[in-house]
């Protein structure tokens, strides 16, 4: 941790690891895990195919048993006796059996058999290390090393590890031909030279991920892996989750390493350009990237992504809230690959942000020095400071010239206009610890409760909804219980980009029989595995949801006991339904009635059915009422409270649950009690030690912009938040924060926001702190310190802290869990959740209200936790957008993420990778009307709203409805926030981001703005 003054001393790092050099690469063995995942994955629970009794046979002469469904390898791994090679089998998988290198012997059989599929039958003698077995094994790694390059891609791989083992060294065959190396991805080196066809990758793809673009094609020595159609790889449709990397045992794919990284390990690099690159259009410059070389046998080759790790860290992915475990591979303070750990939530799989995300943390671009506004230089609302040269705007100061500059500007605030004129912003992306004081440290120490963060942009309303509704914010069911269910509504979300790993789990469960209902005005990828997809038209959510429930009324579909015993209202619902029959609904929402039929019977008569939805819902002025709905569906099918039901609205951010959970909402403090319940005031009064807490409902994000431009909020406090990008209407956000009379901002970078601030924090980045963070699961996971923060930087926990103590507080909590044992106070939710508990553990899921409970996975079993225990059905509506199309404006603009960048792009434009797949700013449009605008694919679009006008590259998507258009956020010089309505909705304040009236008209390329970073910058 660093000191005030830039005196650095070096913490041990929590949890890092020195790699044994020896050990098996595989993992533990003789740990009951393997077959627990494998339960898990393939959900052979459900279909009876361990029943039966535990089998005794003997290995090697050792007595042991087998469960029921065990192969012979998976008892000898459970067991940890005996170690088999393998190379074809992976743990999780399903065995396929085809490079023999599990051979054993078993009495009585003619020929051996491969352990990996192979069960046991009762008294079975079977010999792993008998002469005949070990010669079978060590001729098949001889063969394989025949073909295998000279100098291994991957020295560690679990080849390497086997031949090693097995004592083979040397080859005697002569070698197949080749395949060429394919370097197209940016984050995946292929070289089929080290492949040895176990297929491993192709079950990884279609099996696990089921993204089906990896397949085994040719025959006999012409047989090798291939994508799509024998595609360059960064011709594919690879997503980039890298689970085939991970799941090779060669080395014959590898992630690339990041030019930065790079950089420092190998002296020279050259630049190669794709063959996608032949074609220079502005959808695939991207596709251009340093691959740094080395010399091999006197020849220059691009320098294999392997590089060896000096720790390994156990952690979390920092991006989505599905809440992925990790493991950081480090060396000299450097990230140098990602893998996916055996975490609840993801089951080693990642999605390309979380396993190629990371070198973020070393751009140039990072803030290392605190920053003062020079003098000269005043803040202009139109114009945005490059990031890459501060000092036009700033001047480096000492952190303790910072900090006092900082902590004075807030508390001159505070005692010349009041502690209302007082606000801060908070981060779903830091920790709860962090969260936790810095809402501590507006409401005790600015005394105000104008502290929110960017939850009221993505799930307001539907927290709104579900308070009112069921009494819990929370999700009544983790994304892991898809296996139990028979079907799912998957409605307003896009989980295949925006909750990757979770989309996996979702197409496991349809792969295993559960009927999937797509709803969504944009036809997604889930799409081809939908039983139905609702195309409906935008906005028109209520009106689609009333008319489904219209059905489950008519057709008594409905649970009359659940209705009975567990909810309210059923009969207000029944008479407000009346108008919204499918067939006076059809022409509205453009679904044929019989459509709208059929997936409402399906719903209400599956035996499991749940609810996933994400910010198409949410995110309208009508959020609150579009949420209603699907409570009201639930609660009147009675498909709540059971595994396999519920209802789940995605979070976005890593730790946005979290956050809210800590009270970083001005409305609520931690665990969602309000401030304006003496009760709740007195406790916290008495928990914080003071006796003047604000007891009104504080501002929220977009209102505080407005306050700002009244005259009535004069001072902000922003750590990890940018809604200078972020915000509706993001000019006039602009135009508030440059009307400040004092902004302190604290990032990584200087963010669009920080071009506004009077002082500059340097912030640390995920990696390098210690701290919980909650998923979307409920699940409270704990992120460890992977890197020393660079430079001077201190923890964000540290600063946060330093200005408290700067204004009277005095703070002293030694570390996060510190603060953890305080907030297990604050949050009676989590309270038995113990910070030694996290640590065993990894993952504890709340509510956890008392030490050793086990978490509850299913909530709302037996009531909800309304005032009576009933959930309250509450009908909704149909009402329109706030602003909808019309001459001048003809189109809907609809708003939202990439699978590749990250919210406003602060990180994921950083990550060496992530930008080079998606470099540039783009709008999505429907073909036809993209041909009607006179223009191509990767011509210049202007987009121009009441309230701006950017101009980005045409996309054609055949899945976005004529008359719309889809626009990332992620994007600083076309920024799609210039364009939205701030409109909001009345109850989760949220504004209207996924609708407002758009024109469009086909532009040159001149009048595209250039970025101030991004763009496939070469790191
Ligand atoms: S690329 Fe790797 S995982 Fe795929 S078949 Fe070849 S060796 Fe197996
Ligand atoms: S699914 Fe989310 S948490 Fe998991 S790796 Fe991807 S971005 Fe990270
Ligand atoms: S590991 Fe058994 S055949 Fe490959």
Redesign the pocket.
Known sequence: MSGIDGNVTSAPLAHASEPDESANPLGPQGSETAIHRLERRLGWERSGEYDGDAVAFTLDGIEMEALPGETILQAADRHGAVEIPRLCYNEGMRPDGNCRACMVEIEGDRVLAASCCRRPTPGMKVQAQSERALKSQRMVIELLLADAPEIPHDPESELMYWADHLGVRTARFAARHQPAPDFTHAGIEVR?DA????????RACREVQVHDVIGYAHRGAESK?VFDLDDPMGESTCVGCGE?VQ????G??LPSLPAIVAGDLIAKSHRIDSAAAAHDTPLNRGSKRLVPLVQINGHQAPASGWAKSTSDVESLCPYCGVGCQTTYHVADDRILSVSGRDGPSNHERLCVKGRFGFDYIHHPQRLLKPLIRRTDVPKDAHTLVDPGNPLEAFREATWSEALDAAATGLRRVRDEFGSSAMSGFGSAKGSNEEAYLFQKLMRVGFGTNNVDHCTRLCHASSVAALLECVGSAAVSNQVADVQYADCLIIIGANPTVNHPVAATFMKNAIERGAKLILMDPRRTELSRLAEHTLQFKPDTDVALLNAMMHVIVEEDLVDHDFIEQRTSGYDELVKALRPYSPEAMEHLVGVPAAQIRDAARLYATSRTSMIFWGMGISQHVHGTDNARCLIALALITGQIGRRGTGLHPLRGQNNVQGASDMGLIPMFYPDYRSVEDPEARGYFSELWGVDDLDPKRGLTVVEIMHAVTRGEIRGMYVMGENPAMSDPDVQHAREALAELDFLVVQDLFLTETASFADVILPASAFPEKTGTFTNTDRRVQIGRQALNPPGDVMQDLELIQEIARRIGLDWRYEDASAVWQEIRLAVPSSAGITWERLEDEHSVTYPCLREGDPGDEVIFIDDFPTKDGRGRIVPANFITADEVPDRDYPFVLITGRLLEHWHTGAMTRRAGVLDAIEPIATVSLHPDDLSALGASAGDSIALETRRGRVVATARPDAGIPRGSAFMPFAYVEAAANLLTNPKLDPFGKIPEFKYCAVRLAAVSSDEQSDAMYGVGAEL
């Not at 799941?247 to 060669?250: D, G, K, N, V």
């Open positions: 089929l492949c040895i066809q176990c297929t491993r990758c192709v892996i085939c799941a090779c045992p060669t014959a794919l």
